[in-house]
């Protein structure tokens, strides 16, 4: 009803639907429009594809998640294209192909400039009861930020839990091994004591002697306990090294065993890497002079790196005594000893630093050996390594 000169009139049915059409446009329009404005406030990209994955409209939020300069420049890509996953390229491909929905895909998307995002994707088939299958729609959302923090979380439960075990090592070390020698010196000062005057010249000179060395032998072990424990504390940032110069560096370090024990040392080709160029160091001089130690001939020492696309193993190989496959996992323990002092010099903290060195650079280290057929310790160090602050390295200890 209108109001004219004549009073009220009816409106004919198809003006009123005219009408009606426009106000439903025009709230349609006010609609759209806020919910772009909604997903480019909230960096939500949108799009609407093909069955075959091409996109045919994309949002701003979008392009920018994707590192393309404009949403016009993603007509026509395919949205399969941009993950960085093979096997989740098919999975998306597939879902569009059957006309399926696919909901809270987690995938790494490889920007043009070389970067990676974390993103979780939704996409969902339009269908109209006419024409069938129109096209998909879907949402993209940044969650890198999220996936970031979820790995630093990850990173400090792992060190919670090293640290727990260091404390049980420590607590192991403090009522065993360092008791051991202070046992002995109190042992010895009570010898002195309850002889007194009228204990011989050699004896008293022996028993002196005794607890000296055994204050030296708790000092060394009190020295490398701290230096296992500083790998954390006092490591350095990560820089890139070349790999070949840090093992040139730690045969340096070892040249008068290698010249006594006449021992050959070779490497092959070795990567640059982002590390702590001096825990390095120390972790090629410690597997390295294991092998010098530990030797049944004159040594021969080979170091070689295997690189793959996120990681690079190395190994050391040698000629010397091997190990009891049982002992593979325990030489890696901090003083663990699988002979004498007498029979090889050491605390037996080598491994257990090496070990401590790789869990540090976000890889793991192990060991493949037969009794007398040599050894071959192998590591591995991520190629994309998050930066540590830190100080000076630890001694290196045998």
């Known amino acids: 009803m209108v109001k004219g000169s004549a009073g009220y009139v009816e409106l004919p049915a198809a003006v009123r639907r005219v009408i009606e059409r426009t106000a439903e446009q025009r709230a349609s329009r ?15 990209g949108t799009f609407s594809a093909v069955a075959d994955g091409r996109l045919t409209a994309a949002n701003h939020a979008l392009a920018n998640l994707l590192g393309v300069e404009s949403e016009e420049a993603l007509i026509g890509r395919n949205i399969a294209e941009f993950l960085s996953d093979a096997a989740l390229q098919a999975q998306v491909l597939a879902s569009l192909s059957r006309g399926r929905t696919l909901r809270d895909l987690e995938a790494g998307v490889r920007r043009p400039d070389g970067g990676l995002a974390w993103v979780r994707m939704a996409l969902w088939p339009v269908v109209d009861p006419a024409q069938g299958l129109v096209r998909f729609e879907g949402a993209v959302e940044d969650i890198t930020g999220h996936r970031k923090a979820e790995r630093e979380l990850s990173e400090r439960a792992a060190a919670l839990g090293r640290s727990n075990v260091d404390l049980q090592q420590f607590a192991y070390v403090i009522s065993h091994d360092l008791q051991e020698p202070l046992q002995l010196i109190s042992r010895y000062a009570r010898l002195l004591a309850s002889n007194g005057a009228g204990a011989a010249g050699g004896d008293s000179k022996r028993y002196v002697t005794n607890m000296v060395q055994c204050a030296d032998r708790m000092q060394v072990m009190i020295n490398d306990v701290l230096a296992y424990s500083r790998v954390d504390t006092q490591g350095r940032p990560f820089q890139s090294v070349d790999l070949a110069e840090v093992v040139q560096q730690a045969i340096a370090n070892l040249k008068a065993a290698i010249d006594e024990t006449g021992a050959q040392v070779s490497w092959d080709l070795l990567p640059v890497l982002a590390v702590d160029g001096a825990q390095m160091v120390q972790l090629f001089q410690n597997l390295i002079g294991n092998a010098l130690k530990f030797r049944r001939e004159r040594p021969a020492v080979r170091i070689y790196a295997v690189e793959d696309a996120d990681r690079v193993t190395f190994a050391v190989a040698d000629n ?11 030489v890696f323990g901090m003083f663990q000893r699988l002979h004498t002092a007498a029979e090889y010099p050491g605390t037996g903290i080598g491994l257990a630093i090496c070990k401590r060195i790789v869990e540090r650079h976000g890889g793991r280290i192990w060991a493949v050996s ?4 040599g050894s071959t310790f192998c590591f591995t160090i991520p190629r994309v390594l998050k930066p540590v602050s830190g100080g000076v390295a630890p001694e290196t200890k045998g």
């Open 320 to 330: 010397g005594i091997g190990i009891s496959p049982e002992h593979l996992e325990r």
């Open 30 to 44: 006010e609609g759209l429009a806020l919910f772009q404005r909604l997903t480019e406030e909230l960096a939500l």
């Open 370 to 373: 037969e009794v007398g057929r």
